[in-house]
């Protein structure tokens, strides 16, 4: 399991906690006054007696009653933990896992990673003394391999359920198989209103519990015409409300990090203005949430403040965090949402128009504390003939890959069997299948191979955990520089662009292009890996070069996590010096993402003939001549296809590891030569499967 430290103590204290402590008596006090004026305190000695007497629960419950903080702690005091047994809690995002964790350490006056810890993916605080564990549904499905009857835990939260994320399902169809070996253990999954009835029917009509609450009216006020600019209009609205409206806070429903950027700013220049010309009036605190931001900033969000606050988030505030205070919502009706998009065989992000389930329980968010007010970008009409009533689950939009990895290694061999609370569409499960004999993680009988195996110990995409393996092979030995490939590859984009300064954007450009490896983005990374380390990791260095400081920390830390999966796995770390050797490793693992030359930027991939265009930043353009073949990490969909991450590869290489795609002509690669056997390959792959199940 992902740097599970047996004791991580002597992690610095972050700044927050520590401010905390100072204060403990009386912060103490403030923080048990208010838990007890919450629904699900109230509700504290009725729930426990349910779940004493019941090994499946299903809590329901309004968004901001308390399920999440208060009912691990209920159960520790409770003793669940008595007798060495963990309280684990699971949270489809890890925004939430981490600020949920902080929140609940500090309700119980103990430091973070000590009794109350948090576990997401590359990062552990968790230690010997840890109780309750907050973690990602993903971290618990991964513990779930190398221990699948998660001994360690008494009691097993399933927080969110009702967002339906792929781990959380997938969860929910092994507890089925967990729960009947251990009696002893509690499985609680919490749920907003929807969806309830629908799990407690999967754990066979398991008890449902309600914890009574109330809610204030919201009014709700529609768009009278389609909006065009929805940031525009989103900002529009919050000013009209800040100008004009009583007391109360407003949250914003954007769809992710760049939009929410775009109205933090807009909205800080507009107000600006607006005080020019108006000494009175009152200043707006803008607060951005959205899951890539740095934890010292999220935090802010429920710190109090004397001015009106806005909060401007994704659609991690619509269930999993509340804020207090809030009485205006200003709602998009957007947001992004992980799609398989067929043509490109890839998961893409997009922005799509959210379930009228989540329109109501954003509006819902209004009237926590009183009456509120919900105005709705969108109108009437649109919600009534172009919403879906219910979300749809992830399980039957995304790829599949690495889930049907790690159902192999759990020996689900049989997947038509498997409990699905809701089934993935056959396509799909297909697709995946076939992805992984193509990686070489299934057998023609659709098993795990030993390859496949061992790619099921990381926590990252098949692609990438074949490229680590093979990185340690004989051929390659280029391993050292391949963890930091994908250390790097993990972690968001390191440049900073100046926004508004012309002079500086040059700047970092031309620093950009000193640090690029002309042959490929992917030893780029490598290389401004090494230089952060042989400066000194220092953060004047990264502001001085137009670099992302805390990502290359992170990256730094990831590297490790990876080293140590490696070393575990009896895999080799090895550093080559010969970087050719690194590019036609990386094409090993890549040539199913593989990209001919044909004119200027453009490319045409190899195997589905899709245009896609080189990114104008990438390295290759130092080379002079294009190269001909290229590998790519992934498709960047902004208008075009951009290919992100690219490295000029050789053709013979393509032949040699994609032989399965492609064959050499005189003219160069083709691949309609293998179209066939490929197909018939997988045909019997699916007929094998068949009849495997019959
Ligand atoms: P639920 O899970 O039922 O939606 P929560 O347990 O998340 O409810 O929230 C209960 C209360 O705790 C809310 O009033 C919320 O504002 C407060 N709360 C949660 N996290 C924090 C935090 N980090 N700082 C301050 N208050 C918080
Ligand atoms: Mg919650």
Redesign the pocket.
């Known amino acids: 399991i992902l740097g599970a430290k047996e004791d991580a103590t002597e992690d610095p204290e972050p700044k927050e906690g520590g401010k905390f402590l100072d204060q403990h008596t009386y912060g103490r006090q403030a923080i048990l006054q ?2 007890k004026r ?3 305190y109230q509700a504290r000695s009725e729930l426990m007696k349910v779940i004493s007497e019941n090994q499946v629960i299903v809590v329901i ?11 691990p702690q209920f159960l520790y005091d409770e003793g669940y933990c008595k007798y060495g047994g963990l309280i684990g809690v699971t949270q489809p995002r890890r925004v939430a896992a981490l ?2 964790s ?3 350490s ?1 309700e119980m006056g103990v430091k973070l990673g000590k009794e109350v810890g948090y576990s997401i993916r590359f990062e552990d605080r968790t230690s010997s003394h840890t109780r309750i564990k907050f973690m990602t549904d993903g971290i618990l499905l991964r513990e779930a391999l190398v221990d699948p009857e998660l001994d360690k835990y008494s009691c097993i939260v399933m ?2 359920a009702h967002e339906r994320s792929l781990n959380t399902d997938i969860l929910l169809g092994l507890f089925k198989r967990i729960l009947t070996r251990r009696r002893d253990l509690k499985l609680i999954i ?1 749920s ?1 209103t929807m969806n309830a009835f629908k799990f407690s029917k999967f754990f066979g009509n398991a008890e449902q519990f309600t ?1 009574p609450g109330r809610t204030y009216p919201v009014e709700v006020m529609f768009s009278a015409i389609a909006v065009q600019d929805y940031v525009a209009s989103a900002v529009k609205q919050i000013i009209r409300v800040h100008l004009r409206s009583e007391p109360g806070d407003i949250l914003c429903f954007m769809t992710g990090q760049e939009d929410i950027e775009t109205t933090c700013e807009e909205l800080e220049k507009q107000l600006m203005d607006l005080m020019k010309s108006d000494d009175t009036l009152q200043p707006l605190e803008i607060l951005p949430i959205y899951s890539t931001l740095p934890a010292d900033l999220q ?1 802010k ?3 109090k403040s004397k001015f009106r606050k806005c909060v401007v988030a994704t659609n991690i505030a619509e ?6 205070g809030i009485r205006f919502v200003v709602d998009t009706g957007l947001m992004k949402l992980k799609v398989y998009n067929p043509k490109l065989g890839m998961d893409t992000l997009q922005i799509t128009p959210i379930s009228l389930a989540q329109a109501n329980q954003r509006s819902g968010r209004a009237g ?1 504390t009183g009456p509120g007010l919900c105005y709705r970008l969108y109108t009437q009409y649109a919600a009534a003939n172009e919403m879906f009533a219910e979300p749809i689950p992830e399980i039957q939009r995304t790829n599949l890959s690495n889930t049907i990895l790690l159902l192999k290694y759990l020996q689900v061999e049989d997947l038509s069997k498997f409990p699905f609370l809701d089934r993935p569409p056959i396509e799909t499960i297909n697709t995946a299948q076939y992805d992984l004999w193509c990686l070489g993680a299934l057998d023609n009988f659709g098993r795990l191979t030993a390859l496949g195996k061992k790619m099921s110990n990381f926590p990252i995409d098949p692609a990438l955990s074949r490229l680590l393996i093979i990185s340690s092979f004989k051929q390659f030995q280029c391993s050292k520089e391949v963890i930091t490939i994908v250390a790097m590859l993990s972690i968001p984009p390191i440049f900073v662009r100046p926004m508004h300064d012309a002079a500086l954007q040059r700047r970092s450009d031309s620093i950009r292009e000193k640090f690029q490896v002309a042959e490929s983005d992917h030893l780029t990374l490598v290389n401004i890996f090494n230089l952060f380390k042989s400066n000194g990791c220092k953060e004047s260095w990264c502001s001085k070069n137009f670099l992302q400081y805390k990502s290359l920390r992170r990256a730094i830390e990831i590297h490790s996590q990876l080293s140590q999966i490696m070393k575990s796995q009896k895999l080799a770390i090895l550093s080559n010096p010969d970087w050719d050797v690194i590019r036609k490793c990386l094409c090993a693992s890549f040539f199913h993402q593989a990209a001919q030359f044909k004119k200027h930027g453009e490319y045409v991939n190899l195997r589905t003939g899709l245009q896609m265009k080189l990114h104008p930043t990438a390295s290759l353009y130092g080379m002079g001549d294009l190269p001909k073949y290229v590998i790519y990490h992934e498709l960047l969909l902004t208008g075009r296809e951009y290919m992100n991450y690219v490295t000029a590869v050789d053709g013979e290489w393509l032949c040699e590891f994609g032989e399965i795609f492609y064959a050499a002509k005189e003219k160069g690669i083709t691949s309609r030569e293998n179209q066939a056997r490929r197909e018939r390959d997988f045909a019997r792959l699916i007929e094998e499967q068949r009849k495997l199940i019959s």
């Open positions: 208010q838990r919450l629904p699900a419950g309004e968004t901001g009653s308390g399920k999440t903080t208060q009912i600020s949920v902080k929140r609940v500090e927080d969110e919490t907003a914890i935090a969000i429920f710190r269930t999993s965090l509340t804020v207090d926590r």
